[in-house]
């Protein structure tokens, strides 16, 4: 059944702004993110016989990775807004038994009543308009004592990934970080306490917040590594606004490299993350 996207803005911006960046970025993203998904997975505790939603499952990586736990009655739908993350997902995972990908808004979707044991999220929630109302209705897809997990980024200061080079682009630019609110964005849940009001208005019991310190790393190159860190986040959304000389863009990134360089211990370029892991029940 179609259902009305409410979320439009949301919709537009995964489809055609940032879901070609993700798909472009996907395997520089995916080990960068490799210790918290970990951690998610290590959190949520799924079962070879649970029914699984992974929502705002983008290039359904995650998904794919609960469907390997899965065996007989196991089952796991990847949710999402974005048709471009969904079709490169599906592009990649096809025919895999106990997997499905559904195209959607999880603020409003007529998900399957009373089914899922785990609805499970790697920052893919923090993304509503009305947040009390989707976790309402992915709550109502819930099995009675089914479990919410899912991880998101605490505030934008304690995320180096987020936040390095601003500087630099600042100097360029003369444009600073956007000031962090509760609308919908990646850093919308970084204040705890307003994650555990949105929850509880939305009808979940047994709600942990855990913050988590831990770190972003990966082998890629400094040069490598500094095209992403321009190519993600708000350093990404400044630098397509300006539309700075080539000359420009390339000083930017000598600049970033040498920053990367400073971050490199051995083969690893790391940096200082912050997350919180929210658990919850039905
Ligand atoms: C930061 S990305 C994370 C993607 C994926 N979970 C991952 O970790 O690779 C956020 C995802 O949430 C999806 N999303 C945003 N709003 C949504 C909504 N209202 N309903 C379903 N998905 C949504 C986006 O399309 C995007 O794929």
Known sequence: MKQKIINIEQSEYWNEKSGPKWVKNEDALNERLSILTNELFSRAKIKASDKVLDIGCGGGNTTFRVSKLLIDG??????????????????????????????????????????????????????????????????????TNGSLNFVCWTNLMENDFITEGMDIITKYTQKVLPEVTKDPGPFAFSDR????????SAGFKNINIDKVYTSISTKDSVEKDAELLMGIGPRARILSEVNLSNEKMSMIKSEIIQLCEKRKMGKEISYKACLNYITATK
Not at 105 to 120: E, H, L, R, T
Not at 193 to 200: D, G, H, I, M, P
């Open 74 to 143: 196991g089952y796991v739908v990847g949710a999402d807004i974005s048709h471009t993350l969904l079709n490169h997902a599906k592009s990649k995972f096809s025919n895999i038994e106990g997997m499905k990908f559904v195209h959607c808004d999880a603020q409003n979707y007529s998900f399957d009543q009373n089914y899922f044991d785990k609805v499970i999220s790697r920052f893919g929630v923090m993304f509503f308009k009305d947040p009390s109302e989707a976790f309402k209705n992915i709550l109502g897809s819930m099995r």
């Open 193 to 200: 306490e307003y994650v555990k009001e949105v929850l509880k």
